[in-house]
């Protein structure tokens, strides 16, 4: 079989559902509660507590409605069921008392101001892809998802960009310009949630994270003021957006980022026979090492449920299939042995980004989730996940465990889907020091990602072996000096402060301290004031 094109993030996840799917014969929407869902719906109600005992009054809401422009959602209403879910369908049981899509910045100092007058809590919502379900919260939602307009000057390379817009919006439109800016790869993922925590994708080693390249927010902070956070303006807060985790200071409802000319680009994705797969780990580890800016590649070690496993390393190269042909030639060599499956392609830039966000022959419209979008065909899913780093290339032995690990989550969940993804950092981004932007991951080979996904058919006995072997990996397989990933945001993880902000988690509790002095945007992991 021949790789149409490399397999992107969604489908690492899918993967997972379709194994479950071919099982059962269907997907559906729907969720099931695992005992990490627990932790984190737990989690937002105790934070909130408090505020679960004031709640206000059917008049007082009445008073928010009218004061906004955009719409305010409250329980009885026929929408709050769609609503009020997020992107992991895990996430089902959380049930905000109200849910704001404000349709300007004002609407957002109000609903700030709302909930800091009746003690309420409030998380902001993007994308709602948080992995912790930290976009909900038992008190008013701030959607921002309706303030997604985008803007290029080609004079300045500048886009400014709503806090709202979804990725796959963001690269069309300013794609059309002939501009490009570094995201990830997942289309839905909203632009705020994304540049709050970093964001990794396929063009970061040329041109770094996606808060490397933002030059301005506009954030409406605890007291309802909205700041202009720039260079010269509130540089500690802009700093802190460049990595420091959304929902934390504020809520953003606007940004600039630096935009780059669109490079000509060429997609790779080669498979491997499951047996080799320690040999073509190692090799690619030592591989990323050699590569220029241009290329960024992953590698991806996946159980597929039914389907067994899948091997696999793909990139995307700014430059052309021949470049391409020979930058993988030393990868060859050190395998030692040929690819199962070879896919080599250029592609417009548009068409790329597209096949990365798993959205290969649909439209930019169709390529929206279907509960928000009347004409978005993609599903939500459910999944759980942990993240890592790599600091250097592993041993033959750890590269061996690492495959084992894929290993056992088969034996031990046959039919849920999920592995270990590598995403190679270095380039652009490890030029940037680590205290130069929130973002401290600056000196790592690689990002590891474990993620196992399930549907509504797969037994509990399954999910929670998948929520033990994730246990397992954080306790035996991951080194937790190296760090995690704050965009991956972990509500398991123990000592998430020092493994999301190192060295930078004091500078973050200062400017806490200063934006947001008696914590309203609070969570199970929000950045605290006092350390
Ligand atoms: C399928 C999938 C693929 C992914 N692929 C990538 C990838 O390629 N690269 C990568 O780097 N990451 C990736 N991620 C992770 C993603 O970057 C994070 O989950 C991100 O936080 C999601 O942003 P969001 O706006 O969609 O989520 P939300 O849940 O809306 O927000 C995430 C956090 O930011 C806060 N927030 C939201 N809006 C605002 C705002 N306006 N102002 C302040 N705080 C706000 C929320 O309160 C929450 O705490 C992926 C996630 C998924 C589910």
């Given at each position: ?18 194994a ?12 099931t ?25 059917s ?25 009020s ?9 959380l049930?905000?008392?109200?849910i704001?899509?404000?349709?300007t ?6 609903c700030?101001?709302f ?6 809590s ?27 307009t ?8 500048v ?12 690269y ?13 790869s ?15 994708g ?7 994270l ?10 409406v ?7 202009t ?11 802190a ?8 200071f504020?809520i953003?409802?606007s ?40 290329l ?11 389907n067994?496993?899948?091997l ?20 060859h ?30 439209t ?24 890592s ?25 046959p039919?849920?889907g999920?592995?270990?993804a ?22 790592k ?26 246990a ?21 993880l ?8 190192g ?8 400017i ?6 008696h914590?309203?945007?609070s ?5 605290p004031?006092?350390?």
């Amino acid at each position: 079989m021949t790789p149409s094109s490399p397999l992107d993030r969604r489908e690492f996840l899918r993967r997972g559902l379709g194994a479950s799917a071919l099982f059962t014969g269907i997907i559906a929407a729907g969720f099931t509660l695992t005992n990490d869902d627990a932790i984190s719906s737990a989690a937002v109600k105790s934070k909130t507590a408090h505020a679960e005992q004031r709640q206000p009054s059917s008049k007082e809401w009445q008073s928010l409605r009218n004061a906004l422009s955009g719409t305010l959602v409250l329980p009885g209403d026929p929408s709050y069921p769609i609503d009020s879910l997020l992107y992991n369908s895990k996430f089902a049981k959380l049930h905000p008392a109200a849910i704001a899509y404000c349709a300007t910045h004002d609407d957002v100092s109000r609903c700030v101001e709302f909930t800091a007058l009746h003690s309420l809590s409030v998380a902001a919502r993007s994308g709602g892809h948080s992995y912790g379900g930290y976009s909900s919260c038992a008190g008013l939602v701030v959607d921002v998802s309706r303030l997604n307009t985008i803007a290029v000057n080609t004079k300045s390379n500048v886009a400014t960009v709503g806090a709202g817009a979804r990725l796959i919006d963001v690269y069309n439109e300013i794609g059309l310009r002939d501009r490009l800016l570094p995201g990830g790869s997942c289309p839905s993922v909203g632009i705020a949630g994304l540049t709050l925590g970093g964001g990794i994708g396929v063009f970061g080693r040329k041109f770094g994270l996606t808060c490397d390249n933002l030059s301005s927010a506009e954030v409406v902070t605890a007291s309802g003021k909205k700041l202009t956070a720039n260079q010269s303006d509130h540089d500690d807060l802009l700093w802190a957006c460049r990595g420091g985790g959304g929902g934390n200071f504020g809520i953003a409802t606007s940004f600039e980022f630096t935009v780059h000319p669109m490079p000509p680009v060429s997609l790779f994705t080669l498979r491997y026979p499951w047996d080799s797969a320690a040999d073509v780990l190692e090799a690619w580890q030592y591989w990323i090492t050699t590569l220029p800016d241009e290329l960024w590649s992953n590698c991806q070690l996946l159980t597929q449920g039914a389907n067994g496993f899948l091997l696999q390393v793909s990139g995307v190269l700014c430059g052309t299939p021949d470049q391409l042909t020979s930058l993988l030639a030393p990868l060859h060599a050190s395998i030692g042995s040929a690819p199962s499956a070879t896919f080599i392609g250029t592609n417009e830039y548009m068409q790329a980004m597209m096949i990365e966000a798993g959205c290969s022959g649909l439209t930019v419209a169709s390529c929206h989730l279907d509960t928000v979008n009347p004409q978005g065909t993609l599903s939500r899913e459910a999944y759980s996940a942990k993240s890592s780093y790599l600091d250097a290339p592993s041993s033959s032995d750890h590269a061996t465990l690492l495959v084992q690990a894929v290993e056992m989550l088969h034996s031990d969940a046959p039919n849920v889907g999920g592995g270990l993804a590598f995403d190679a950092y270095g380039g652009a981004i490890n030029r940037v020091r680590a205290n130069e932007t929130a973002f401290v991951h600056r000196d790592k080979l690689a990002c590891i990602q474990a993620t196992y996904s399930w549907s509504p058919y797969t037994s509990q006995s399954e999910i929670d072996a998948g929520r033990r072997w994730l246990a397992w990996l954080q306790s035996d397989v991951f080194n937790a000096s190296t760090g995690a990933y704050q965009n991956y945001i972990d509500p398991t993880l123990a000592d998430w402060r020092t493994a999301y902000y190192g060295g930078n988690l004091d500078r973050l509790a200062k400017i806490k301290r200063r934006y947001d002095p008696h914590d309203h945007f609070s969570f199970a992991q929000s950045i605290p004031r006092h350390l």
